[in-house]
């Protein structure tokens, strides 16, 4: 790199999400870049791990006073965010979510002074679902326009931002990324017999069990596959929604055929033994979950909401249908069980198409051209080729 290595806070939810992922392993990219990384949350982020060169991590803690019914977190992450941008001498703040992360940061940046410049990612549940809300418009539309440049995770996320806020300034484009040193095609046959009998394929779904990603539809889908073929469906992942399922899974008599995963951390020994993932969300701003799978060769059969079919090539990488058309997703599924040929072929396309629309290197090479250019610096050559 031959640009000034820069000073950049970062601000994301640290437990378990895609939003929470992506930032911290865009942290862990930049830092290998010789940037100076400082994390400001109110918990280390579970994807940093052990030590990394260049890597600081500063805690919010909230001040709990008589005075207040509730802890005044967002007025404490801003004054961290200051506190840390003076001390520091932070180039930029690079905050993950509208609200309340850029709000923060644009008191944070009132306190420091205009140099400090502020980048906010949008992930999608600040639009889809907080957006919607009458009461919380105005502010997300604030911290909107008021950031020195504002990037979305998809082309549809970025369409249902402007819809939804009238949003009319513009919005970088800036895909969800993969590491291909972590997320690889490899033998997982001794990690599948485990769970499978040799004549067995394995379903996978990998979500926080909410409402919103159907998780009702991944049975149904299972149910109609394995009564032509024997498979298994391992469930990886906690929420609001998993005692529900557990429950359909028994009415339906499959609980010897449904394993249950819970959180799992190294997610791409997990991926490896699937033979598809299902994805079939009703809101689904870009699917990392899909882009991880195709990163180990392993296709998606899911639905048509949101960014998923930026990311899932129908007929490629995967297959899409409407939400909640299980019948064409299972059909899809058993398209891919039955025929060797296809799911060679699509393992193939999953390989290629991660490590060139969405490859590490790429998305931090475009990350970085916008900080350089929020702070009025040559940006050129800073996006390398992957491969």
Same mark, same amino acid.
């Given at each position: 790199?031959?640009q000034e ?13 895609? !939003? ?15 940037? $100076? ?21 500063h805690?919010?803690?909230v ?24 001390? $520091?001498?932070?180039?930029?703040l ?22 400090l ?10 639009i ?5 809300? /009458?009461?919380l ?14 990037t ?12 939804? @806020? ?6 970088d ?21 485990d769970y499978? !009998? ?15 990603k ?6 149904d ?8 073929i024997? !498979?298994?469906?391992?469930?990886v992942?906690?929420g609001?929604?998993?005692?529900k ?5 028994? /009415? @339906?008599?499959? /609980?010897d055929?449904?394993?249950?995963l ?6 791409a020994?997990v991926?490896?033994?699937?033979d598809?993932l299902l ?5 689904e ?6 882009l ?5 060769g ?17 007929g490629?990488?995967?297959? @899409?249908?409407?939400i909640?058309d299980t ?20 393992r ?5 198409? !991660? ?6 290197? @790429? ?5 970085? /051209?916008?900080y ?11 996006r390398p080729?992957?491969?």
């Amino acid at each position: 790199m031959n640009q000034e290595p820069l000073k950049i806070g970062i601000t994301c939810y640290p437990s378990l999400g895609g !939003s929470g992922v992506v930032a911290t392993e865009l942290g862990k990219l930049l830092a290998e870049q010789g940037h $100076q990384v400082h994390f400001i949350a109110h918990s280390i982020p579970f994807r940093l791990g052990s030590f990394h060169k260049n890597i600081f991590y500063h805690e919010v803690e909230v001040n709990d006073y008589y005075v207040f019914r509730y802890p005044p977190y967002d007025l404490s992450l801003a004054s961290k965010m200051a506190q840390v941008a003076k001390m $520091q001498q932070l180039d930029v703040l690079h905050v993950h979510y509208a609200v309340p992360h850029a709000v923060c940061a644009l008191l944070a940046k009132q306190m420091v002074g205009n140099q400090l410049k502020v980048v906010t990612t949008l992930h999608g549940t600040d639009i889809t679902v907080l957006a919607q809300d /009458e009461s919380l418009k105005d502010l997300i539309r604030l911290g909107i326009n008021e950031s020195d440049a504002v990037t979305a995770v998809s082309q549809d996320l970025i369409r249902e931002t402007r819809e939804l @806020l009238d949003i009319s300034r513009d919005i970088d484009l800036t895909y969800n990324f993969v590491d291909p040193r972590v997320y690889y095609y490899r033998d997982s046959k001794s990690l599948r017999q485990d769970y499978a !009998s040799p004549n067995e394929k394995i379903m996978m779904h990998i979500s926080n069990f909410r409402p919103v990603k159907r998780v009702n539809d991944v049975v149904d889908i299972f149910a109609r596959v394995q009564e032509h073929i024997p !498979s298994k469906l391992l469930l990886v992942g906690e929420g609001p929604d998993l005692p529900k399922i557990q429950c359909r899974i028994n /009415e @339906l008599g499959l /609980e010897d055929k449904v394993r249950f995963l819970g959180k799992q951390d190294e997610i791409a020994h997990v991926i490896s033994m699937a033979d598809v993932l299902l994805l079939p969300s009703e809101k689904e701003s870009f699917g990392l979950v899909a882009l991880e799978a195709m990163a180990c060769g392993v296709p998606t059969v899911g639905s048509t909401a949101g960014g998923i079919p930026e990311l899932v090539t129908h007929g490629e990488t995967g297959f @899409l249908a409407p939400i909640g058309d299980t019948e064409t997703m299972a059909q899809h599924v058993l398209e891919i069980l039955k025929d060797e040929a296809l799911s060679e072929r699509l393992r193939k396309a999953c390989l290629e198409r !991660s490590m060139t629309m969405f490859c590490n290197k @790429l998305i931090r090479g475009k990350y970085e /051209e916008i900080y350089y250019r929020v702070l009025g610096r040559d940006a050129t050559k800073l996006r390398p080729a992957c491969g």
